[in-house]
């Protein structure tokens, strides 16, 4: 199971930290990506932090301003949300993933305003 936490109201500028807390599998051997969904828009990809070595991905609309990284003895990954934008706002996902198998937690809500 995935937690997704951290979210709230900011003002455009301004910076967030989500958290996601895993429990119920191996946390150290999964992938766990960000992903967001907007009112009215398809859920899409943020982030990326690999179980192995660490590596990081974002999308585009995001790079320079998020960064995500994971604790893998407590079990967490982080996303580190600066220089927030209107645009940003959406629900949040955490998703864990490896070799196909997938574990999604509830959303936490991101609202930006401008």
């Known amino acids: 199971q995935l937690q997704a936490s951290g979210g709230g109201l900011v003002q455009a500028g301004g910076s967030l930290r989500l958290s996601c807390a895993a429990s119920?599998?191996?946390?150290?051997?999964?992938?766990i990506g960000w992903f967001r969904q907007a009112p009215g828009k398809e859920r899409e990809g943020v982030s990326c932090?690999?179980?192995?070595?660490?590596?990081?991905y974002y999308a585009d609309s995001v790079k320079g301003r998020f960064a995500t990284s994971r604790d893998n003895a407590r079990k967490r990954v982080y996303l580190q949300m600066n220089s927030l934008k209107p645009e940003d706002t959406a629900v949040y996902y955490c998703?864990?993933?490896?070799?196909?198998?997938?574990?999604w937690g509830q959303g936490t809500k991101v609202t930006v305003s401008s």
């Open positions: 998703n864990a993933e490896r070799s196909g198998i997938y574990y």
């Open positions: 119920g599998f191996t946390f150290g051997d999964y992938a």
């Open positions: 932090i690999k179980s192995r070595d660490g590596s990081t």
